[in-house]
């Protein structure tokens, strides 16, 4: 890790409020461009205006869970602390937030289940708990290089790859099918001979790699290794790739197949996997002499929590008073909006902040 990537004073890691920062604008610019995403014309200037910006943005949750399992995963927690501190603020959190979006909710029961429930982002709270509580067991697994690279070599292949294949698998054969005379029924066995590949593969039951704990592991490998400028490179060209990826393929098979399509937006994708990297690294291989800067990113880092429980929440309210992304053009809608969600969720987070009791257990 660069020097100029820590603040001497504090030993605070500065990329991560950069990182934060950043992941919050790109969290609420793909959930503004998702507002419309479902229900525009897949072959539309507005869908594919929609699929640009959301799949550019995929890659926040991934870095936000790379920072948290980089900042736990470099420091002895006792347990009793992870219970009463971390995952008690995000249990209250959950708790409070939910019955905040569920005074928006029309109908009672609706809103009792949406206080139950929560409202559709915050599932992030709920995985993240998930990790704290079993940060104990995670934490050995990077006890030892050999055993980091061991771990995060079965999470690529079994939590990214071979789902991956299995949906290229099925989406582009439903493609090449269904132009075929007798399209639905090599379509239906070709569905049912991939299903029943990649179930024999799923018996192998590896859970101890599965889910987000590839990413949290990888946080923290990427942190404390030295990447040389072929390597970064490399992450780079992956990263754009990703993009890519994410942007043609999802469009392709959409308007193919005439149906919405977003195996290929979901986090736990190879070209999701890469993007996460690569903003990673680049933001971890930057200079940050700029010390006034440095203290309002930080500032704004502080805030980025508040302002991910509270952005759907503008930006629901100023879709319910008629501004959309599709109330003008939507390039322009998906710019606007998503600057003024920015700038509202922001504002509130630091009122908030400055409430005793609410700044520690709420945001």
Partial sequence: ?????????????????????????????????????????????????????????????????????????????????????????????????????????????????????????????????????????????????????????????????????????????????????????????????????????????VHTVLGFTGFFVLGYYINKTELSKKQRAGIYILGILGFIFTIIVTAFISIKTQSLNQNYYEVLTVNILFNGIAIFTWFKYRSYPHLKLNRFVKKLSDYSFGVYLVHALVLEQLERFGLNTLSFNPLLAVICIGSLVTVISFAISACLHKIPIVNKWLV
């Avoid at 869970?65 to 006792?78: H, Q």
Wanted: hydrophobic share 55%; proline share 3%.
């Fill in 1 to 205: 890790m660069s020097s100029a990537s820590l603040d001497k004073k504090t030993d605070r890691i500065i990329y991560f409020d950069y990182l934060r920062v950043f992941a919050t604008l790109a969290l609420i610019f793909a959930h503004t461009a998702a507002q419309n995403w479902h229900t525009a014309d897949v072959t539309g200037f507005a869908w594919n205006v929609f699929n640009v910006f959301d799949s550019i943005g995929r890659w926040c949750v991934p870095v936000f869970v790379m920072i948290s399992g980089c900042i736990f995963l470099s420091r002895d927690i006792p347990i009793k602390k992870l219970y009463s501190k971390n995952i008690l603020r995000m249990v209250i959190s959950f708790i409070v937030w939910s019955l905040v979006y569920a005074v928006f909710v029309e109908g009672a029961a609706e809103k009792l289940m949406a206080a139950i429930l929560g409202h559709y982002h915050m599932w992030f709270i709920l995985m993240i708990i998930g990790l704290y509580m079993c940060l104990p067991f995670i934490k050995p697994i990077v006890a030892t290089d050999s055993n980091t690279k061991y771990f995060l070599l079965l999470s690529f292949i079994f939590v990214f790859l071979l789902p991956e294949l299995k949906n290229l698998a099925l989406d582009f054969g439903q493609v090449f099918f269904n132009t075929l005379p007798e399209g639905g029924t090599l379509a239906d066995k070709f569905i049912v001979a991939i299903n029943k590949i990649y179930d024999n593969i799923a018996t192998i039951n």
